[in-house]
C-alpha cells in the first residue's frame, strides 16, 4: 500500500493528530502558538549580540534587494533550521510516545509522523509572517516570493520528515538514538551556514588548498542538505533572487530521496513495531 492510499484512508485519524498536535504543543498557556515565536525570537537576540557585535560577522548585503541587517539574515537562516529540527525531533518520538495506542488500534503509523509535521508547518507559518511582516518594513520585496518560499519549505518538510521515519524507527528499537541525535544536531547547527555566510568557509577552504585529490573543504562542506535549503530560504526572503540552479536542484533531489528511503524503511518495520515497543 502507497503512502497516499494510507493517509487517504485515514483522512480524519490524521486531520484529529494533526489537531491534537497543535493544541497539545502550548495546552493551557496564556500565549498559546505565541510561544512558538519565543525560541527562534531569542535566539536571534542571542546569536546577533555574540556573531554581530563581538565577533562582528559581517555578511554581505542582500543581492540585488541590499538589506544589510544582521538580526534578519540570521533570522531567515533560524527559521528553516528550527523547522528542520522540529520536524525531526518531534517525529522522532512519535512512536514511543504514542506507545498506548499503537499496540490497541490498528492504523497507518505513519499518520503520526506526517501529523507532527503538519503541525509544525502550522507553527512555522506563524513564524514566517512575523518574518515577513519585518523584511516588509525595512524595504524588501519580499512579498513576491512567499509562493516559492512555501514551495521549497514543502520539499523540506517531505526532506525532514523522511529523516525522521528513519529515527522514529531506530529510536523504537535504540532508546539512546534520541540522545545521539541531539548531540548531532549542536554538531551540524555550527557546520550549516546560519550564523556565517559561506563565503568564509570559502575564503578557509581556499587558504587550506586541495584535501584529496581536487576535492576541497569547501566541497565536502556543501554535502550538507540542510546547508542548501538554507541558502534557498535566504535567497528568496533576504535577498529577493531565485536562488542557484544547482541549490535548487540538489534541494528536490535531496527531498525526493530521503524520503522515500525513510518510507521504505518504516515500511519494513511497521509490522513490528508494536511488539518492539
Known amino acids: 500500500m502507497s503512502i497516499v492510499e494510507d493517509l487517504r484512508g485515514s483522512r480524519e485519524l490524521l486531520l484529529n493528530l494533526t489537531r491534537r498536535e497543535i493544541k497539545g504543543k502550548y495546552k493551557r498557556t496564556a500565549l498559546g502558538q505565541l510561544w512558538s515565536l519565543a525560541n527562534p525570537l531569542a535566539a536571534m537576540a542571542i546569536y546577533t549580540v555574540v556573531f554581530a557585535l563581538i565577533i562582528r560577522v559581517e555578511p554581505e548585503p542582500g543581492d540585488p534587494s541590499g538589506l544589510d541587517i544582521f538580526a534578519l539574515w540570521l533570522l531567515c537562516g533560524l527559521l528553516p533550521w528550527s523547522f528542520f529540527t522540529n520536524v525531526v525531533n518531534g517525529g522522532m518520538g512519535a512512536l514511543v510516545g504514542n506507545e498506548n495506542l499503537i499496540k490497541k488500534v490498528h492504523f497507518p503509523r505513519i499518520a503520526l509522523l506526517v501529523a507532527n509535521s503538519f503541525s509544525w508547518i502550522f507553527s512555522w507559518s506563524i513564524e514566517m509572517v512575523v518574518l515577513l511582516v519585518a523584511l516588509l518594513l525595512v524595504g524588501a520585496n519580499a512579498l513576491p516570493w512567499v509562493p516559492l518560499v512555501v514551495l521549497f519549505m514543502a520539499l523540506m518538510s517531505l526532506f525532514a520528515t523522511g529523516v525522521a521515519l528513519m529515527l522514529s524507527v531506530a529510536n523504537v528499537y535504540f532508546r539512546d538514538t534520541q540522545h ?9 547547527f555550527y557546520l550549516t551556514p546560519i550564523l556565517y555566510p559561506v ?21 565536502l562542506y556543501m554535502l ?13 526572503m533576504y535577498d529577493n533572487r531565485w536562488p542557484e540552479l544547482s541549490t ?6 535531496w527531498a525526493v530521496a530521503v524520503f522515500f528511503v525513510g518510507y521504505s524503511i518504516f515500511k519494513r518495520h511497521e509490522k513490528g513495531l508494536a511488539e518492539a515497543l
Open 199 to 219: 563565503s568564509l568557509v570559502a575564503g578557509l577552504s581556499d587558504d587550506v588548498g586541495p584535501l584529496i585529490g581536487s576535492v576541497t573543504l569547501l566541497d
Open 180 to 188: 545521539f541525535v541531539g548531540i548531532l544536531f549542536q554538531v551540524w
Open 224 to 236: 550538507n542538505p540542510v546547508g542548501e535549503f538554507v541558502e534557498a530560504f535566504r535567497n528568496l
Open 248 to 253: 535548487t536542484l540538489s534541494c528536490v533531489a
